[in-house]
């Protein structure tokens, strides 16, 4: 095991009001194995073994198939100042550009790559990109390619979300980031703690899958906040969730902080996959800046099974900085080179065909009309 950061204490019980708002409801039935301390901290031999279980379980449940998804990002304009991240409003060193839907759509309908079976739409939290890029791109896309779509937009009005599901989607990436809510607003995360939960609560509640995620490694995270992210990830109403490590980001309040360590951020993510088998777990590319090129595919072998192709216009990704400026882009070649090298294959499935054949919470089935008329 290497060292656990000093200053563990206990966490202050989850007691938002959001959690216990009536309407609130608690998606996971099954009883979820919950990680322990140790875990995340295991190095070596013990390590291997884990991500092997990990991995093993990811294939009892999807077999050797990870979803493959294309995203483009949309608008670099963000309303909230993360302290962690390059596009917090109060980088004025940013170019801020919002892309013009036409060229997005003949991109994906004409020239996207032929393993993407989804494409995720992502933007800074941008309501003005939101109605005038992503609502009419949707509707582009939906009317002339059969792509799943999700969105990953931040905290928008319940109307936006709704009007987001009627033109044609059905799963939202929203990460809750932190599960400390005294971190969270000492790191100045999106909005308030309790209305991103709430947000959460809402999008499920109103039909669409979510996938959240949370950051290991940001600094002076102690080993219970890094736990208190498992215990929040398995109450909320989730159908997936990511780990990314801590990426100390150049024009960032953090810029001097270490990175998180890789072997952590894996640890997270096979604890992760143990906890819910049937969750969609992201391999996510900030895991090659942490582990200096094979992070990636590590990440591959933690039980991940969903990868995603970068397909931003070389001239918009140079100024979605979330971490550096020279970003190691997932083209499609490096992303099929990972998966057969991990004896893994693209699923010619879709994550959205895939959600609307499940049921939810063991009841309701799921479908892309029952959706749109929720
Ligand atoms: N390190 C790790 N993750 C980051 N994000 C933003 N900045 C960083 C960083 N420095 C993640 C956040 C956010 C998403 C857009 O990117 O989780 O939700």
Known sequence: MFPRPKGDRVFPQLNSFALQAPGFYFAAMIQPSMPTADQLYLLGADQEAFHQKAALAARARFGNQVFVRGVVEVSNFCRENCAYCGMRRSNRSLNRFRADYEQIAELLIHHRPASMTDVNIQAGEDPVAVREVVLPLIQTLRRETDLGISVCLGSLNHSMYDDLKQAGTSIYVIKFEIANPKMYAAMESPGQFDQRIANICYLAKTGWRISSGFIAGLPRQTTDDLLANFTLAAQLPIDGCSVSPFIPGEETLLANEPMASLDLTLNCMAALRLMRPDWVIPSVSALNLAGAGNGYRRGLRTGANLVTINLTPADFRENYLLYKRNRF?????????????????????????FYAAQKVNGTVTFTPQAAASA
């Not at 997932?330 to 090298?341: F, G, Q, S, Y």
């Open 329 to 353: 882009i997932m083209t499609e070649d490096r992303i099929l080179n990972a998966i057969a090298a991990e004896d893994l294959e693209p699923s010619s499935q879709s994550l959205a065909d």
